[in-house]
Protein backbone atom coordinates (compact mmCIF):
# COMPACT_ATOMS: atom_id res chain seq x y z
CA UNK A 1 0.00 0.00 0.00
CA UNK A 2 3.06 2.29 -0.31
CA UNK A 3 4.29 3.18 -3.41
CA UNK A 4 7.95 3.00 -2.70
CA UNK A 5 8.20 -0.34 -0.91
CA UNK A 6 7.64 -2.75 -4.13
CA UNK A 7 9.46 -5.74 -3.03
CA UNK A 8 6.50 -7.87 -2.17
CA UNK A 9 4.56 -6.56 -5.54
CA UNK A 10 7.72 -8.13 -7.49
CA UNK A 11 7.67 -11.43 -5.08
CA UNK A 12 3.79 -11.76 -6.21
CA UNK A 13 4.50 -12.08 -9.86
CA UNK A 14 7.20 -14.53 -8.76
CA UNK A 15 4.61 -16.58 -7.01
CA UNK A 16 2.11 -16.65 -10.11
CA UNK A 17 4.91 -17.12 -12.26
CA UNK A 18 5.98 -20.22 -10.16
CA UNK A 19 2.04 -21.66 -10.56
CA UNK A 20 2.34 -21.13 -13.93
CA UNK A 21 5.50 -22.85 -14.99
CA UNK A 22 6.15 -26.19 -16.08
CA UNK A 23 8.56 -27.72 -13.25
CA UNK A 24 8.75 -30.58 -10.99
CA UNK A 25 6.90 -28.71 -8.19
CA UNK A 26 3.74 -29.84 -10.27
CA UNK A 27 2.57 -32.23 -7.25
CA UNK A 28 3.18 -29.61 -4.55
CA UNK A 29 1.80 -27.23 -7.06
CA UNK A 30 -1.69 -28.92 -6.99
CA UNK A 31 -1.53 -30.15 -3.55
CA UNK A 32 -1.36 -25.99 -2.81
CA UNK A 33 -4.01 -25.21 -4.83
CA UNK A 34 -6.49 -27.98 -3.06
CA UNK A 35 -5.88 -27.21 0.25
CA UNK A 36 -5.85 -23.42 0.24
CA UNK A 37 -7.73 -20.63 -1.16
CA UNK A 38 -5.42 -17.77 -2.05
CA UNK A 39 -6.31 -14.19 -2.86
CA UNK A 40 -3.88 -11.34 -4.00
CA UNK A 41 -3.59 -7.98 -4.67
CA UNK A 42 -0.44 -7.22 -5.99
CA UNK A 43 -0.48 -3.52 -5.73
CA UNK A 44 -3.04 -1.10 -3.41
CA UNK A 45 -1.51 2.13 -4.43
CA UNK A 46 -0.70 2.09 -8.16
CA UNK A 47 -0.85 5.88 -8.01
CA UNK A 48 2.18 6.08 -5.27
CA UNK A 49 4.21 3.10 -7.21
CA UNK A 50 4.34 5.14 -10.40
CA UNK A 51 5.52 8.29 -8.77
CA UNK A 52 7.46 6.20 -6.80
CA UNK A 53 6.73 8.19 -3.40
CA UNK A 54 4.57 6.47 0.25
CA UNK A 55 1.16 8.19 0.09
CA UNK A 56 -1.18 7.85 -3.01
CA UNK A 57 -2.23 11.12 -5.91
CA UNK A 58 -3.90 12.73 -2.59
CA UNK A 59 -0.96 12.90 -0.92
CA UNK A 60 -2.78 10.45 2.09
CA UNK A 61 -0.50 7.39 3.70
CA UNK A 62 -3.16 4.55 2.74
CA UNK A 63 -1.73 3.31 6.20
CA UNK A 64 -3.55 5.95 7.82
CA UNK A 65 -6.58 5.63 6.16
CA UNK A 66 -8.24 2.70 7.92
CA UNK A 67 -11.15 4.12 10.07
CA UNK A 68 -11.92 7.12 7.90
CA UNK A 69 -11.48 5.10 4.12
CA UNK A 70 -11.42 8.74 2.45
CA UNK A 71 -9.46 7.76 -0.50
CA UNK A 72 -10.56 4.90 -3.36
CA UNK A 73 -8.07 2.71 -2.68
CA UNK A 74 -8.98 2.57 1.23
CA UNK A 75 -12.11 1.97 0.16
CA UNK A 76 -11.78 -0.93 -2.03
CA UNK A 77 -8.92 -2.70 0.01
CA UNK A 78 -11.65 -2.66 3.20
CA UNK A 79 -14.41 -3.95 0.79
CA UNK A 80 -12.30 -6.91 -0.57
CA UNK A 81 -11.35 -8.03 3.28
CA UNK A 82 -15.01 -7.86 3.97
CA UNK A 83 -15.97 -9.63 1.10
CA UNK A 84 -12.93 -12.49 1.68
CA UNK A 85 -12.97 -12.35 5.21
CA UNK A 86 -9.95 -14.29 5.36
CA UNK A 87 -8.45 -16.57 7.95
CA UNK A 88 -4.86 -15.57 7.23
CA UNK A 89 -3.41 -12.40 5.75
CA UNK A 90 0.00 -10.96 4.63
CA UNK A 91 0.53 -7.23 5.00
CA UNK A 92 3.83 -6.71 3.25
CA UNK A 93 5.69 -3.48 3.23
CA UNK A 94 9.38 -2.26 2.96
CA UNK A 95 11.14 -1.23 6.28
CA UNK A 96 14.41 1.14 6.19
CA UNK A 97 17.48 0.18 5.39
CA UNK A 98 19.15 1.64 9.33
CA UNK A 99 17.33 -1.65 11.18
CA UNK A 100 19.16 -4.25 12.76
CA UNK A 101 18.37 -7.31 14.45
CA UNK A 102 18.57 -6.83 17.82
CA UNK A 103 21.22 -5.13 19.46
CA UNK A 104 23.92 -6.80 16.69
CA UNK A 105 26.21 -6.45 14.05
CA UNK A 106 23.42 -8.14 11.76
CA UNK A 107 20.74 -5.66 9.39
CA UNK A 108 17.77 -7.23 9.29
CA UNK A 109 16.49 -8.49 5.81
CA UNK A 110 13.08 -9.56 6.80
CA UNK A 111 11.02 -8.43 10.37
CA UNK A 112 7.88 -9.92 11.34
CA UNK A 113 4.48 -9.32 13.48
CA UNK A 114 1.96 -11.36 13.72
CA UNK A 115 -0.90 -12.39 16.21
CA UNK A 116 -0.30 -15.95 14.54
CA UNK A 117 3.01 -16.43 16.08
CA UNK A 118 3.21 -20.22 15.83
CA UNK A 119 2.54 -19.53 12.02
CA UNK A 120 5.78 -16.89 12.21
CA UNK A 121 7.86 -19.60 14.41
CA UNK A 122 7.83 -21.93 11.28
CA UNK A 123 8.99 -19.72 9.30
CA UNK A 124 11.67 -18.49 11.41
CA UNK A 125 13.17 -21.62 11.64
CA UNK A 126 12.80 -22.29 7.83
CA UNK A 127 14.47 -18.56 7.31
CA UNK A 128 17.30 -18.93 9.83
CA UNK A 129 18.60 -21.97 7.34
CA UNK A 130 19.02 -19.15 4.66
CA UNK A 131 19.64 -15.92 6.27
CA UNK A 132 20.47 -16.95 10.25
CA UNK A 133 20.42 -13.95 12.29
CA UNK A 134 18.49 -11.81 10.19
CA UNK A 135 15.63 -11.90 11.29
CA UNK A 136 13.89 -9.84 13.82
CA UNK A 137 10.21 -8.82 14.94
CA UNK A 138 8.73 -5.44 14.23
CA UNK A 139 7.04 -3.07 16.79
CA UNK A 140 3.67 -4.99 17.96
CA UNK A 141 2.37 -0.89 19.23
CA UNK A 142 -1.48 -0.88 18.40
CA UNK A 143 -1.53 1.70 15.27
CA UNK A 144 -5.85 2.38 15.28
CA UNK A 145 -5.53 3.90 11.67
CA UNK A 146 -3.69 1.17 9.98
CA UNK A 147 -5.03 -1.66 7.97
CA UNK A 148 -3.19 -4.34 9.55
CA UNK A 149 -3.91 -4.25 12.80
CA UNK A 150 -7.81 -3.56 12.06
CA UNK A 151 -7.96 -6.48 9.77
CA UNK A 152 -6.73 -8.28 13.12
CA UNK A 153 -9.09 -6.76 15.51
CA UNK A 154 -11.81 -8.31 13.14
CA UNK A 155 -10.67 -11.68 13.85
CA UNK A 156 -8.41 -12.65 10.76
CA UNK A 157 -4.55 -13.91 11.64
CA UNK A 158 -2.59 -10.91 9.84
CA UNK A 159 1.30 -11.52 9.30
CA UNK A 160 3.22 -8.45 8.79
CA UNK A 161 6.16 -9.02 6.90
CA UNK A 162 8.46 -5.97 6.58
CA UNK A 163 11.23 -6.44 3.37
CA UNK A 164 14.85 -5.39 4.85
CA UNK A 165 17.98 -4.87 3.60
CA UNK A 166 21.24 -7.26 2.20
CA UNK A 167 24.38 -5.98 1.52
CA UNK A 168 25.35 -5.40 -1.95
CA UNK A 169 21.40 -5.76 -2.33
CA UNK A 170 20.38 -2.18 -2.94
CA UNK A 171 17.93 -2.74 -5.35
CA UNK A 172 16.69 -5.75 -2.76
CA UNK A 173 16.40 -8.81 -5.24
CA UNK A 174 17.74 -11.09 -2.74
CA UNK A 175 15.48 -9.51 -0.55
CA UNK A 176 12.85 -10.51 -3.06
CA UNK A 177 14.05 -14.37 -3.33
CA UNK A 178 13.26 -14.62 0.46
CA UNK A 179 9.67 -12.67 0.13
CA UNK A 180 9.09 -15.43 -2.24
CA UNK A 181 10.54 -18.34 -0.23
CA UNK A 182 8.65 -16.92 2.79
CA UNK A 183 4.95 -16.77 0.86
CA UNK A 184 4.91 -19.93 -0.63
CA UNK A 185 6.23 -21.72 2.87
CA UNK A 186 3.29 -20.10 4.46
CA UNK A 187 0.67 -21.51 1.96
CA UNK A 188 2.21 -24.78 2.72
CA UNK A 189 2.53 -24.57 6.69
CA UNK A 190 -1.27 -23.19 6.59
CA UNK A 191 -1.82 -25.98 3.89
CA UNK A 192 -0.65 -28.99 6.41
CA UNK A 193 -1.30 -27.05 9.73
CA UNK A 194 2.43 -27.51 10.31
CA UNK A 195 2.73 -24.14 12.03
CA UNK A 196 0.48 -25.76 15.15
CA UNK A 197 3.18 -28.37 16.70
CA UNK A 198 5.83 -24.70 17.18
CA UNK A 199 5.90 -22.93 20.53
CA UNK A 200 5.42 -19.03 20.75
CA UNK A 201 8.90 -19.60 22.95
CA UNK A 202 10.45 -19.23 19.49
CA UNK A 203 8.40 -15.94 18.79
CA UNK A 204 9.67 -14.20 21.88
CA UNK A 205 13.29 -15.10 21.70
CA UNK A 206 13.20 -13.23 18.04
CA UNK A 207 14.91 -10.30 18.71
CA UNK A 208 13.49 -6.93 17.93
CA UNK A 209 14.61 -4.62 15.43
CA UNK A 210 16.86 -2.08 16.44
CA UNK A 211 17.98 1.56 14.35
CA UNK A 212 21.77 0.54 14.53
CA UNK A 213 22.77 -0.04 10.81
CA UNK A 214 24.12 3.06 8.58
CA UNK A 215 25.28 3.15 5.05
CA UNK A 216 28.96 3.70 5.39
CA UNK A 217 31.06 4.41 8.51
CA UNK A 218 34.48 5.60 8.70
CA UNK A 219 36.44 4.97 11.98
CA UNK A 220 38.66 6.10 13.83
CA UNK A 221 39.69 9.35 12.36
CA UNK A 222 41.35 12.10 13.23
CA UNK A 223 40.02 16.02 13.81
CA UNK A 224 41.42 18.99 14.15
CA UNK A 225 39.33 21.71 15.93
CA UNK A 226 40.45 25.07 17.01
CA UNK A 227 44.12 23.57 17.08
CA UNK A 228 42.71 20.41 19.19
CA UNK A 229 42.71 16.53 17.98
CA UNK A 230 39.62 14.98 18.08
CA UNK A 231 38.80 11.08 17.30
CA UNK A 232 35.89 9.81 15.89
CA UNK A 233 33.47 8.15 14.26
CA UNK A 234 31.27 9.79 10.83
CA UNK A 235 28.57 7.85 10.06
CA UNK A 236 26.64 7.95 6.37
CA UNK A 237 23.69 7.26 5.03
CA UNK A 238 22.87 7.38 1.34
CA UNK A 239 19.40 8.82 0.03
CA UNK A 240 17.99 7.64 -3.34
CA UNK A 241 16.84 10.50 -5.82
CA UNK A 242 14.81 9.62 -8.18
CA UNK A 243 15.21 10.55 -11.92
CA UNK A 244 14.29 9.55 -15.41
CA UNK A 245 10.17 9.62 -14.23
CA UNK A 246 11.26 7.58 -11.54
CA UNK A 247 12.68 4.70 -13.00
CA UNK A 248 16.61 5.40 -12.16
CA UNK A 249 18.02 7.13 -9.24
CA UNK A 250 21.35 8.98 -8.16
CA UNK A 251 22.80 8.93 -4.63
CA UNK A 252 22.81 12.19 -1.81
CA UNK A 253 24.66 11.17 1.14
CA UNK A 254 24.34 12.86 4.21
CA UNK A 255 26.27 12.48 7.38
CA UNK A 256 24.00 10.91 9.86
CA UNK A 257 26.03 11.50 13.19
CA UNK A 258 29.81 12.10 14.32
CA UNK A 259 31.60 10.99 17.27
CA UNK A 260 31.85 7.49 19.24
CA UNK A 261 29.41 5.34 16.80
CA UNK A 262 30.58 2.32 19.08
CA UNK A 263 27.26 1.22 18.98
CA UNK A 264 26.19 1.49 15.30
CA UNK A 265 27.40 -0.79 12.02
CA UNK A 266 28.00 -0.12 8.55
CA UNK A 267 26.48 -1.96 5.38
CA UNK A 268 30.19 -0.61 4.91
CA UNK A 269 32.79 0.56 6.72
CA UNK A 270 36.46 1.76 6.64
CA UNK A 271 39.00 2.06 9.19
CA UNK A 272 40.98 5.38 9.07
CA UNK A 273 43.06 4.95 12.33
CA UNK A 274 46.23 7.36 12.11
CA UNK A 275 44.72 9.11 9.47
CA UNK A 276 43.35 13.37 9.69
CA UNK A 277 40.66 14.12 7.98
CA UNK A 278 40.55 17.81 5.92
CA UNK A 279 37.00 19.33 4.80
CA UNK A 280 36.86 19.55 0.73
CA UNK A 281 37.57 22.56 -0.89
CA UNK A 282 36.39 24.18 -4.60
CA UNK A 283 39.00 25.04 -7.45
CA UNK A 284 39.40 28.46 -7.36
CA UNK A 285 39.03 28.87 -10.87
CA UNK A 286 35.88 28.28 -13.23
CA UNK A 287 35.23 26.16 -16.53
CA UNK A 288 33.34 26.61 -19.60
CA UNK A 289 32.84 22.92 -19.93
CA UNK A 290 33.52 19.52 -19.01
CA UNK A 291 36.02 18.82 -21.47
CA UNK A 292 37.77 21.77 -19.92
CA UNK A 293 37.58 19.67 -16.26
CA UNK A 294 38.63 16.69 -17.88
CA UNK A 295 41.96 17.76 -18.71
CA UNK A 296 42.71 18.31 -15.22
CA UNK A 297 44.90 15.75 -13.48
CA UNK A 298 42.76 13.73 -10.63
CA UNK A 299 45.44 12.85 -8.65
CA UNK A 300 46.81 16.41 -8.38
CA UNK A 301 43.54 18.53 -7.75
CA UNK A 302 42.81 15.92 -4.49
CA UNK A 303 45.96 16.12 -3.58
CA UNK A 304 45.53 19.90 -2.82
CA UNK A 305 42.21 18.74 -1.11
CA UNK A 306 39.64 19.72 -3.69
CA UNK A 307 36.34 17.90 -4.05
CA UNK A 308 34.18 20.31 -5.92
CA UNK A 309 34.65 21.94 -9.91
CA UNK A 310 33.29 25.15 -10.57
CA UNK A 311 31.16 24.84 -14.31
CA UNK A 312 29.25 27.75 -16.45
CA UNK A 313 25.65 27.01 -15.74
CA UNK A 314 25.35 26.70 -19.87
CA UNK A 315 26.95 23.58 -20.08
CA UNK A 316 24.65 20.28 -20.34
CA UNK A 317 24.87 18.37 -17.29
CA UNK A 318 22.97 15.38 -15.93
CA UNK A 319 20.77 15.56 -12.49
CA UNK A 320 23.92 14.29 -11.12
CA UNK A 321 27.50 14.74 -11.78
CA UNK A 322 28.70 13.08 -14.54
CA UNK A 323 32.43 13.27 -13.31
CA UNK A 324 34.55 12.23 -9.88
CA UNK A 325 33.98 15.71 -8.41
CA UNK A 326 31.08 17.53 -7.18
CA UNK A 327 30.29 20.19 -9.64
CA UNK A 328 28.70 24.01 -8.48
CA UNK A 329 27.38 26.22 -11.68
CA UNK A 330 27.38 29.67 -9.58
CA UNK A 331 30.47 31.50 -8.95
CA UNK A 332 30.66 31.19 -5.37
CA UNK A 333 32.77 28.70 -3.75
CA UNK A 334 30.58 25.72 -1.69
CA UNK A 335 31.41 26.23 2.15
CA UNK A 336 31.73 22.59 3.47
CA UNK A 337 30.80 21.74 6.57
CA UNK A 338 31.78 18.43 9.23
CA UNK A 339 28.52 18.40 10.51
CA UNK A 340 25.38 16.27 10.98
CA UNK A 341 23.08 16.21 7.58
CA UNK A 342 25.58 17.61 5.47
CA UNK A 343 26.88 16.57 2.50
CA UNK A 344 30.20 14.61 3.15
CA UNK A 345 32.90 15.63 0.89
CA UNK A 346 36.65 15.60 2.44
CA UNK A 347 39.99 14.16 1.51
CA UNK A 348 41.94 11.74 4.22
CA UNK A 349 45.73 12.39 4.93
CA UNK A 350 47.75 10.08 6.60
CA UNK A 351 51.34 11.82 7.70
CA UNK A 352 49.85 14.62 5.48
CA UNK A 353 49.81 12.79 2.38
CA UNK A 354 46.82 12.42 0.54
CA UNK A 355 45.46 8.86 0.81
CA UNK A 356 41.80 8.60 0.30
CA UNK A 357 38.57 10.88 -0.88
CA UNK A 358 35.17 10.81 -0.01
CA UNK A 359 33.34 13.10 -2.75
CA UNK A 360 29.67 12.86 -1.44
CA UNK A 361 30.20 10.05 0.48
CA UNK A 362 31.55 7.25 -1.34
CA UNK A 363 35.26 6.43 -0.91
CA UNK A 364 38.25 6.61 -3.60
CA UNK A 365 41.47 5.75 -2.90
CA UNK A 366 44.54 7.52 -4.41
CA UNK A 367 45.59 3.78 -5.67
CA UNK A 368 42.72 3.46 -7.65
CA UNK A 369 41.57 7.05 -8.38
CA UNK A 370 38.50 6.98 -10.40
CA UNK A 371 34.60 6.29 -9.10
CA UNK A 372 33.56 2.54 -9.16
CA UNK A 373 30.58 3.49 -6.99
CA UNK A 374 28.01 6.02 -6.25
CA UNK A 375 28.21 9.55 -8.10
CA UNK A 376 29.09 13.18 -7.22
CA UNK A 377 26.17 15.69 -6.96
CA UNK A 378 25.38 18.99 -8.95
CA UNK A 379 25.22 22.05 -6.47
CA UNK A 380 22.97 24.98 -8.03
Known amino acids: MHGDEPTATSAMFDVFNFFLAENHYAEFKHYLLNNVTLFFMPMVNPDGAELFQRRNIFEIDLNRDAEKQQSPE ?12 PEFGFNLHDQERCYSAGNTSQWSAISFLAPPMMLICELYNILTEIIPGHISKFSDDFEPRAFGDNFTKSGSSIVL ?23 VTAFKCIAEDSFLQETIDVYHSIPENEKLMMDFIIRNVKLNKSGKDYVVDVGI ?28 RGFSEFNADGMNLEVGKTYSQKFDSLAEVNKLEAISLLE ?29 DRIEELREEANPNFILRQNGMFKYAVINGFLIERKLIG ?6 LIFI
Not at 237 to 264: M, Q, W
Not at 371 to 376: H, M
Request: without cysteine; hydrophobic residues 35%.
Open 161 to 183: LESGAWRGDREKQFIRKLNFVTL
Open 237 to 264: NYEEVNTTGNRDFYFKALIEDIGDLSVY
Open 371 to 376: RTEGNA
Open 74 to 85: SKILFSVFNNIK
Open 304 to 332: NGITNIKLNPSESVKEYSPIMFNIILNSK
